[in-house]
């Protein structure tokens, strides 16, 4: 693969015109000389022998965006797939814009950015072509990489006046027309990873991968308890592990900036310990298990499952901290009126991202500069950080952006780029820190617990006239973490007028962050759950009691998502019911819903709307005598706007996501006991095997609506489904993730 392409500051000025909307699109050449003959820009470069690079700028962690992002701009390039070689670009926001995988917002945010990328290339051949030849320019028709003029007979490569459109002014991206849906080669196609077969044939793309010469490698003993400090250490035995070459206690060396406060997500101090240098991992993790660390105290010793837990159930029978966190209408009025009255008590527990790839960064520091090949999300916070740690300046750090092998949201912090950073400085060579899988459980920035005490008022037919939820959950100084918001964005704010939230807080000081579809992973089990409850109290069917619950399409006003700098179309986007009912009937009719089945063998349907995207989850699972369940069939309806980008990368995603949830519904738990997790490997959290993974049927709804994100909106209704799914095939309905299948046994 070719090395991504960075021209200096100096080489270029940025193309405002094609910027558009306050967004860099690009950089192109200034100055007597193009040091990269046909850059038209820091995306599209064609080479003289013709070879078409365009540069994916986007953190890839599997969500497919490195292949997704190119196919945009190649579209309205006008070259056939096959011309194009996709390079990666490097972390450096002032010339490729936002560059973050996170919250599905990469594809609502740069479609039309992309697309208007490629279309101004195009206008700069056909520019220079029309210049060259003396003729109209819009007489000159593009296609696979060719200019031609009809009426003279002439034709070009673009690779022949490449180099010549790179001085062409940019268009203002407003003029620019953009191909109509029905002009797609590429979009709507089932394009191929283009790092599929480097993947599968072993090829470095990961941060794991890293080598450098000189470059050493380092473990990091810190406590398991948030702040721990280190009591003492066997350093002898450390340094006397074959292929340990020295150790590091980073709370002693006086050059290095420990308290960190950088206002910015991901680290506010450097963890207390010791870093083993070695002549490999391995090495470096059997010397720093020989050094026995004994830690004592720690901001997070009083942490335990068992605590909290009993503090959860006080607050339901005592009442919350804060009443009437949120509140529309009058729940109270409507239940004390209604002819029935619905309750159940829900939860879920902490999980970790669990990705495969461990937390790992690479950093060599030199003098007052600092190169980083990283794993990561958010490849600006993380320069930023480095240099707020090492005292440098921002310009000074330099961010590989590694292929990372999972991310899930744990690599939005970088966390593990600091102590790398601060590590490598110390060492005066490169350093390679990896985490071993305990440190990834230990320190992760986990997904919060929490538990709802749900109260519903139905009116005489068994609608829902009013929905009360005593929300417990986790943050500081009486106020939510952002990860345990609950927000107008959650069903069933707006769509039940008269709803109302309790909230209790209950203290944490280990660190909690965004996993896969965030809030809303939670949220849904127990919003979609409760739906049923109330389906049974009513005598109703689960499929038509939804349609009820939902109502006439609407829109109704949410949570803005996306809004400013990134996003400016997405802001204030509504929650459409009608588009909701719409997902809702397909997956119903893609599943068969309602056939008769055999005994302890059910079918399960929940919605959710999340990252703008609309989907329904039918789930068959059949539960075994001994209580087992197997999962036979997944169908999943999706309504994502307007377009498909790359469709065998949308169903993957989609695919996975259903994947992700199953396995979370029956298994991962995160739990703590004298202040510090207690998993240590996959043995104590189970991922989903392949014995676990059912056929996934997918289905697209094209809608005329913007195109928006799927990295994780087909996650949050997997489990309510399945939850569906055993009370159907068991009459028993399970209310706690992960499920407890012991329950089911007969």
Not at 90 to 113: C, H, I, K, M, N
Not at 378 to 399: F, H, Q, W
Request: aromatic share 8%.
């Amino acid at each position: 693969m070719n090395a991504p392409f960075t021209p200096s500051r100096r080489q270029v000025l940025q193309a405002a015109a094609v910027a558009g909307g306050g967004l860099s699109l690009g950089w192109r050449f200034s100055g007597a000389k193009a040091s990269v003959p046909g850059a038209l820009s820091a995306f599209v470069i064609i080479d003289a022998n013709g070879a078409i690079r365009i540069t994916a700028h986007q953190p890839e962690i599997g969500q497919g965006v490195r292949t997704s992002f190119p196919m945009m701009i190649a579209e309205e390039l006008d070259v056939d797939w096959k011309q194009v070689t996709v390079v990666p670009a490097p972390g450096d926001r002032s010339v490729y814009g936002v560059q973050l995988a996170g919250g599905s917002s990469a594809t609502p945010t740069q479609f039309e950015r992309m697309r208007r990328l490629g279309a101004a290339a195009r206008y700069m051949l056909v520019q220079a072509a029309a210049k060259e030849w003396g003729v109209p320019a819009g007489e000159i028709t593009t296609g696979s990489a060719m200019l031609h003029h009809a009426a003279s007979g002439r034709s070009a490569r673009y690779a022949d006046l490449a180099e010549k459109a790179a001085w062409i002014t940019p268009p203002d991206v407003k003029t620019l027309a953009l191909k109509d849906p029905s002009q797609f080669k590429i979009l709507g196609t089932r394009i191929g990873g283009v790092d599929n077969r480097a993947i599968v044939t072993g090829k470095p793309l990961f941060g794991i991968d890293t080598r450098l010469p000189g470059m050493v490698y380092a473990a990091f003993a810190k406590s398991p308890v948030f702040c721990g400090k280190l009591k003492s250490a066997n350093r002898a035995a450390a340094l006397a592990v074959p292929g340990v070459k020295g150790l590091i206690n980073i709370a002693e060396r006086r050059d290095l900036k420990t308290e960190i406060d950088v206002g910015l997500p991901g680290i506010e101090k450097l963890p207390e310990g010791i870093a083993v240098l070695a002549t490999s991992t391995w090495a470096a993790m059997k010397g720093r298990d020989a050094l026995a660390c004994v830690w004592e105290g720690g901001d997070a010793a009083f942490q335990s499952s068992t605590a909290w837990e009993a503090a959860a159930k006080k607050a339901h029978a005592e009442g919350p901290q804060k009443p009437g966190y949120m509140n529309h209408g009058n729940a109270p009025a409507k239940l004390a009126t209604a002819a029935k009255k619905v309750s159940a008590e829900y939860s879920y527990p902490f999980i970790s991202h669990a990705q495969l790839e461990p937390i790992n960064a690479t950093a060599h520091v030199k003098g007052d500069k600092a190169e980083l090949w990283l794993s990561t999300q958010t490849p600006e916070d993380a320069r930023r950080m480095v240099a707020l740690a090492l005292g440098l300046k921002v310009e000074d750090v330099t961010i590989h952006m590694m292929r990372s092998g999972g991310g899930f949201g744990r690599r939005l912090m970088n966390d593990f780029a600091v102590e790398a950073a601060v590590i490598a400085k110390a060492a005066g060579v490169p350093v390679k820190l990896q985490w071993d899988r305990g440190q990834d459980f230990a320190h992760d920035w986990l997904r919060p617990g929490g538990w709802h005490k749900l109260e519903a008022g139905l009116d005489a037919d068994g609608n829902i006239i009013a929905w009360h939820d005593h929300f417990v959950s986790f943050g500081k100084d009486g106020k939510l973490n952002p990860t345990a918001v609950i927000d107008g964005s959650l069903f069933p704010s707006g769509v039940i007028k008269d709803f109302r939230a309790d909230v209790t807080v209950l203290p944490i000081e280990s660190t909690l962050g965004w996993l896969r579809a965030p809030i809303n992973n939670a949220f849904a089990f127990v919003t979609q759950g409760f739906i049923d409850d109330c389906a049974i109290a009513a005598g109703r069917e689960p499929l038509e009691y939804r349609r009820a619950v939902l109502g006439t399409p609407r829109a109704i006003p949410i949570a803005e998502e996306f809004s400013g700098e990134t996003g400016e179309d997405m802001k204030g986007t509504p929650y459409n019911t009608g588009r909701m009912r719409g997902v809702l009937d397909k997956v119903a009719e893609m599943a068969g819903w309602g056939r008769k089945l055999p005994p302890r063998r059910g079918m399960g349907i929940a919605f959710h709307f999340s990252h703008l995207g609309y989907f329904a989850n039918v789930v068959e699972a059949s539960v075994a005598n001994d209580g087992s369940v197997t999962v036979h069939h997944v169908w999943v309806a999706a309504d994502i706007g307007k377009h498909i980008v790359n469709l065998s990368g949308a169903e993957n995603q989609v695919q996975g996501s259903v994947i992700d949830a199953l396995g979370a519904a029956l298994g991962q738990r995160i739990t703590f006991a004298d202040g510090a997790v207690e998993q240590k490997n996959y043995g104590d959290y189970p991922l989903a095997r392949m014995d676990m993974a059912p056929p996934v049927e997918v289905a697209f709804l094209s809608t005329d609506y913007p195109t928006t994100g799927l990295g994780e909106p087909a996650y949050p209704s997997v489990a309510p489904a399945l939850a569906g799914a055993i009370y159907q095939a068991t009459g028993k309905r399970l209310r706690s993730l992960p499920l407890d299948t012991s329950l089911l046994t007969v």
